[in-house]
């Protein structure tokens, strides 16, 4: 797309939306400041680099097998390299524990160090790009059904300690790059039947967190995550969403919302403005569920437009980190990096772009039809233009230009892969 078309369109809609209000340049200095948190697993399927060959367990499936998945670390940081040109901003990257540098060692999850990470570090100040992280309690010999919840006191021992060294390794990530590296914790804990005993294993789930943050660190927060359900674990999930808001709260913890981890019919966007209100910040991990928690790409639907417009509506940019979680083998990785986190974008610009001081106003004085009908007008208002422009300024391909960029990349890269 030539780029005099772009700055004609721009323009012109910097002039319709100042019509109802709206400053563009102003859109675009707040989008220019988000930084989405880029999930390492989608460019390996959640392999990892311990070398165990097992399978993924714990309610995690990646379907599909599109060929040229990134086979170790450095096919990895190649791939998020690329993606991450192919994307409009500076965002940040988020890394399971299962993704150290071991060097070919046996080393078990109860034994990592921030030295197994010092090479991510490095890759990570030459790129300009901050790191966030994640303790890894599936697809491990331990992990089982329970790990955190386990009434075993070896077992979840060894979850314990691998949490807290999970916690000292993202201690070490935001300290090496001045801002604090965002530690999420979910684990899969449940039953694939009935239970008669709910309240023990969440009290011994409550009581192993509350081991795991006995230290406390200046360089890292902390965030819990909740899910309904698991694949195997279908009957009951300790960590549900009732316990961890209640752990959050009591905690002072950062909660995780993944878009996928609740009921089809609940709007994750309407439990933004509640946690704000008892909570210091709030992470989400976005994805699209179909049916179930299937992490598909992420695309420009209604759930993750509601969710931005929330954000912004709660005047909560700066309280709500975004993280992406997802992964597609079923089509080529890098895309769905693009694809994924260019929706998530164009879901904030459009959140940006919202008359919101006039809709206020309609609704504190109770006119409904006009709040109705503004909402309706703007959704066909050109926010697309505004989108563009920030591509063109962030010297990222415009519109779907950016889809050659990633078939010539699996032609030169990707596809050689064995």
């Known amino acids: 797309m030539k780029t005099e078309l772009i700055e004609k369109a721009y323009a012109i809609a910097q002039e319709r939306y100042a019509e109802i209000g709206v400053d563009t340049e102003r859109a675009l200095e707040a989008l220019q ?12 399927d959640v392999t990892g680099f311990e070398n165990r060959g097992g399978e993924l367990t714990g309610g995690i499936q990646a379907t599909g097998n599109y060929p040229g998945k990134a086979r170790n670390v450095g096919e990895l940081r190649q791939d998020i390299v690329k993606a991450a040109s192919l994307i409009p901003g500076k965002h940040r990257l988020n890394l399971h524990a299962i993704y150290g540098e071991f060097g070919g060692e046996a080393v078990d999850r109860d034994r990592i160090e921030p030295r197994h990470f010092r090479g991510w570090i490095d890759w990570a100040k030459e790129n300009d790009m901050k790191l966030d ?38 201690e070490e990530m935001g300290r090496a790059q001045g801002d604090p590296s965002i530690m999420n914790i979910w684990i899969h804990d449940g039953s694939k039947d009935l239970t ?5 294993y969440r009290e011994l789930l409550r009581d192993s967190l509350d081991r795991i943050f006995e230290t406390e660190y200046t360089h890292m927060k902390d965030c819990i995550e909740s899910k309904v359900f698991g694949i195997g674990l279908e009957s009951y999930t300790v960590g549900s969403n009732d316990f961890y808001i209640g752990y959050g709260v009591s905690r002072q913890k950062i909660v995780t919302l993944d878009t996928g981890h609740f009921h089809p019919t609940e709007s994750v966007a309407d439990k933004i403005s509640s946690l ?27 759930d993750t437009l509601e969710l931005c417009k929330e954000i912004v509506r709660c005047n909560a940019l700066d309280r709500v980190h975004i993280g992406l979680d997802y992964f597609d083998a079923s089509i080529n990785r890098i895309g769905a990096y693009v694809v994924g986190s260019r929706a998530t974008q164009k879901c904030l610009m459009q959140a940006l772009l919202e008359p919101l001081a006039t809709l ?19 959704k066909a208002l050109p926010w697309n233009a505004v989108w563009d422009e920030f ?28």
Not at 394 to 416: C, H, L, M, W
Request: hydrophobic share 40%.
């Open 360 to 378: 206020r106003s309609h609704e504190a004085a109770g006119r409904g039809f006009e709040r109705l009908a503004l909402l309706e007008e703007s």
């Open 33 to 44: 400041r988000i930084s989405l948190s880029l999930h390492c697993w989608q460019a390996d």
């Open 133 to 170: 992280f994640n303790s890894t309690s599936f697809s491990h010999p331990k992990s089982g059904d329970l790990s955190l919840a386990n009434p075993d006191p070896a077992i979840r021992d060894f979850w314990i300690e691998h949490t807290r060294r999970c916690r000292a390794i993202a």
């Open 276 to 302: 704000l209100l008892f909570l210091p910040e709030v992470m989400l991990h976005v994805s699209r569920p179909v049916r179930w928690d299937s992490d598909h790409v992420t695309i420009l639907n209604d």
């Open 196 to 200: 008669v005993n709910r309240m023990m």
């Open 391 to 418: 591509c063109l300024r962030n010297d990222v391909p415009v519109g779907e230009a950016f889809i050659a960029e990633v078939q010539q990349y699996e032609r030169d890269v990707t596809s050689k892969r064995r």
